[in-house]
């Protein structure tokens, strides 16, 4: 199994496991339908983007979800991104924008991918995860991602 595949998998399965918990029986159908048309309708790539593919001068164009906790914040983030705890994004959705793209990741891509698959069924089509997250990021080159792949080897 490749691991977009594992990493979409995994958060059908997380959101599923919670969603008797958090719903009635009847919102649980409703959820599962919804869940069910998103992954029908997505494309392969379950909108991830690398960091290479993103221009330095791009990057004010995006608003920048780091969905880590507040320590790994603390410690170091991209620059411009503000922290938003994966786990909250449904209940804090109402803070991200629609109107502009929005890219969110966490350290390897995993976290944010569940985090990303909850706003895209949640109607958010804007939104991308950074595909091998902040550890793929800074090993990239960061803001300069793109330009260094762009680079004769």
């Given at each position: 199994?490749?691991?977009?595949?594992?990493?979409?998998?995994?958060?059908?399965?997380?959101?599923?496991?919670?969603?008797?918990?958090?719903?009635?029986?009847?919102?649980?159908?409703?959820?599962?339908?919804?869940?069910?048309?998103?992954?029908?309708?997505?494309?392969?790539?379950?909108?991830?983007?690398?960091?290479?593919?993103?221009?330095?001068?791009?990057?004010?164009?995006?608003?920048?979800?780091?969905?880590?906790?507040?320590?790994?914040?603390?410690?170091?983030?991209?620059?411009?991104?503000?922290?938003?705890?994966?786990?909250?994004?449904?209940?804090?959705?109402?803070?991200?924008?629609?109107?502009?793209?929005?890219?969110?990741?966490?350290?390897?891509?995993?976290?944010?991918?569940?985090?990303?698959?909850?706003?895209?069924?949640?109607?958010?089509?804007?939104?991308?995860?950074?595909?091998?997250?902040?550890?793929d990021w800074k090993s990239k080159g960061g803001f300069d991602a793109a330009e260094k792949a762009a680079r004769p080897k």
């Amino acid at each position: 199994m490749s691991p977009l595949r594992f990493l979409l998998h995994t958060a059908v399965i997380a959101t599923l496991s919670l969603a008797p918990a958090l719903a009635s029986a009847d919102e649980n159908i409703e959820a599962v339908k919804e869940m069910e048309e998103y992954l029908a309708f997505v494309d392969y790539g379950g909108g991830t983007i690398f960091p290479e593919q993103i221009p330095r001068d791009d990057w004010k164009r995006f608003h920048v979800i780091d969905a880590r906790d507040k320590a790994q914040f603390d410690k170091e983030h991209i620059p411009g991104a503000v922290n938003l705890e994966w786990r909250k994004v449904l209940e804090k959705r109402a803070t991200i924008p629609k109107d502009k793209p929005v890219l969110i990741y966490c350290n390897t891509g995993s976290l944010s991918a569940q985090a990303g698959f909850a706003l895209r069924v949640a109607g958010y089509e804007n939104v991308r995860i950074i595909q091998g997250g902040f550890a793929d990021w800074k090993s990239k080159g960061g803001f300069d991602a793109a330009e260094k792949a762009a680079r004769p080897k």
